[in-house]
């Protein structure tokens, strides 16, 4: 019987993106053309925040290898419009349906 070599695997990092919803497409897009799987690992949540604003909440689970090229990507595309972490922050929300 053939053994294979155990390989290392990295546990997933989950990116969160915090933005206006009028955003959604746009970041849509450039996950799609960032991401080599985006439909598979992102999800989107709308929320209204605490002023009454419609925003959007997207979580990215992705290796830690495609983790910089992403963050570095979005930030360079969204710094002025969106809020973007490496570990999801607690914001205040309420899910809208």
Not at 17 to 28: D, G, Q
Not at 46 to 72: A, H, N, P
Not at 78 to 87: K, L, N
């Amino acid at each position: 019987m053939k053994q294979t070599p155990l390989v290392k695997s990295r546990t997933p990092v989950r990116i969160e993106i915090l933005s206006p919803a009028e955003n959604t497409s746009l970041l849509h897009n450039d996950l799609n053309d960032i991401l080599a799987d985006a439909s598979g690992c992102c999800g989107y949540t709308g929320y209204i925040d605490l002023y009454g604003s419609m925003r959007v909440q997207i979580e990215c689970i992705v290796s830690d290898e495609e983790k910089q090229f992403t963050w570095d990507q979005m930030r360079l595309r969204h710094r002025a419009d969106c809020y973007i972490s490496a570990e999801p922050a607690e914001s205040p929300m309420e899910p809208y349906m």
